[in-house]
């Protein structure tokens, strides 16, 4: 899987890369980009890692059977068949430690998509403030300042601000869908583990005896 999540950040690198140096001043995408500055670019970067690892996870969930609670439930199974004794806490820590496992690899990246979600609008903010300063020093010096001079500049500015959230909304999109598709699992998982530790023996009331 590593393998190909590298992969896959070097094809859309590459791909950039590809639209880049073939850009014109009519291409849009090379436009908004090289009016954004290094901040956009840095956007950019930030959209592939997060779309890569989006793809990943959507994969990883299918292969580990995320989108059902069948896949858990067999794991919870496991954990109790790998139990030979009549007390409920065993059983109870054997299931969990399997489902601590389990959500533990579900879990991965998710930390990653959700700190680019985050950060993102931030660097886009972060470049609208630098286009500002430099807009309003281009005004000032300016000797005679219109309407379509200082709407350039303010426009230019916030092309870094809607790559920012163009970055932002599908990656927190997507953090928390997949935290809420961790979160139906853990809730069968629960359920069927207090299920089957209704008809076990507690090693409290055996010790109470």
């Not at 059983?91 to 496992?101: D, G, P, Q």
């Amino acid at each position: 899987m590593k393998k190909f999540v590298i992969a896959v950040i070097i094809f859309l690198l590459v791909a950039v890369s590809l639209i880049a140096a073939d850009g014109s001043s009519n291409s849009n995408l090379y436009t908004t980009v090289k009016q954004g500055g290094p901040l956009m670019i840095a956007l950019m970067i930030l959209a592939i890692v997060v779309l890569t690892v989006i793809v990943e996870r959507i994969i990883f969930f299918f292969r580990n059977g995320a989108w059902s609670n069948q896949r858990v439930i067999c794991i919870l199974e496991e954990g109790m068949a790998s139990v030979d004794s009549e007390y409920r806490e065993e059983y109870e820590e054997s299931m969990r430690s399997n489902l601590v496992i389990y959500n533990n690899s579900l879990e991965k990246g998710l930390a990653l998509i959700s700190g680019i979600g985050n950060i993102a609008p931030i660097i886009g903010f972060l470049g609208t403030v630098l286009g500002m300063i430099n807009a309003f020093g281009a005004i000032a010096a300016a000797t005679t300042v219109n309407a379509k001079v200082v709407a350039v500049g303010i426009q230019i500015a916030l092309v870094t601000t809607a790559g920012g959230l163009l970055v932002a909304a599908p990656a927190l999109t997507a953090y928390y869908f997949f935290v809420h598709v961790i979160q139906l699992r853990q809730n069968a998982a629960e359920e069927f583990i207090a299920d089957k530790l209704k008809s076990k023996r507690s090693i409290s009331s055996l010790l109470e005896a």
